[in-house]
């Protein structure tokens, strides 16, 4: 496997087609807007003078890895003979199973089929192509060069060969794979968002301030970031979107999403990608203030 194309330009997609390029893969970065092509490709190249900077890696292994990256406005030039597509658009079922559908058209039968969905069902994405026992999910960490786990989830349909094929693939990026059964939110965030919507929830009931909420859990439960400041990072959108997924999955009342939550999202206050969250971002991408609703 040495062609892998990635589908999104955003946060998660960039960070996948660096970690990828940086281990001297060839990279197609596929997005529909030719600007967020472009801002993805500035953020690669930030995060690399970041490295060199640190002397991770040199100057010259910067040059190489954005080398290795070739961007595509459309998914049927991109896609064309590579070994492994990863899927990295928006956390929408509609939109990953539309792309699944293409991909199953332009891709040549040998090309795995992976998406980096956080909570939505592979088994059912897989459902819409001809090659179900090569889709699977890769479920990255943000931000991707510098977290170690990917969530490997088997699909219903996966084959034993493309299962070993993406753990042996996730290794050589030097990550650490973890196989996961395909069920709402998988490990990660069957576990994490329960908390998130927790914290929330002790907000929106009035036992504490955003301060002390992070405070408690970063001092408390040694978390590097309380979980208000990561739900921001996440994004508010993401993580009602998951928490939706598994509530509509389960039907169990302890996955529904805080009503604060809900409304935070509905006025457009999506945390550091909008400018505010709980936090306001408006002079720093930094948690350093709380965001005028709640001080």
């Not at 030719?34 to 190249?45: A, D, H, N, R």
């Not at 968002?193 to 859990?217: C, F, K, Q, R, W």
Request: proline share 4%.
């Amino acid at each position: 496997m040495k062609n892998i194309a990635v589908i999104g330009a955003g946060t998660m997609g960039n960070g996948i087609a660096h970690t990828f390029a940086q281990f001297n893969y060839t990279v197609n970065l596929i997005d529909i807007s030719e600007s967020s092509l472009e801002k993805g490709m500035q953020t690669i190249s930030r995060n690399l003078d970041r490295m060199v900077a640190k002397e991770k890696i040199s100057e010259a292994d910067k040059i190489q890895t954005l080398q290795n990256i070739t961007t595509f406005t459309a998914i049927k030039k991109g896609v064309v003979d590579v070994d492994l597509v990863i899927e990295a658009a928006t956390e929408n079922e509609i939109l990953k199973i539309k792309i699944f559908k293409e991909l199953d058209t332009f891709c040549t039968e040998k090309t795995i089929l992976a998406t980096n969905t956080s909570s939505i069902s592979i088994t059912q994405i897989a459902a819409a192509t001809s090659r179900p026992e090569k889709v699977i999910g890769m479920h990255f960490m943000n931000p991707v060069p510098v977290m170690k786990l990917v969530e490997i989830i088997r699909g219903y349909n996966t084959s034993d060969t493309v299962m070993q094929t993406i753990v042996a693939l996730s290794k050589k990026i030097h990550k650490i794979p973890v196989a996961v059964n395909d069920y709402p939110g998988f490990v990660a965030n069957r576990i994490l968002m329960p908390m998130i919507n927790e914290s929330i929830e002790t907000l929106y009931n009035g036992v504490a301030g955003v301060l002390e909420i992070d405070t408690v859990m970063k001092l408390g439960m040694a978390h590097p970031m309380g979980p208000l400041q990561l739900a921001d990072f996440i994004g508010l959108d993401v993580c009602l979107s998951i928490l939706n997924v598994m509530y509509d999955g389960f039907k169990n009342p302890k996955y529904a999403p805080c009503p604060l939550l809900v409304n935070m999202v509905t006025a457009g206050k999506l945390g550091v990608k909008s400018g505010e969250g709980f936090y306001d971002y408006s002079e720093s991408r930094k948690a350093e203030k709380v965001a005028t609703l709640f001080s």
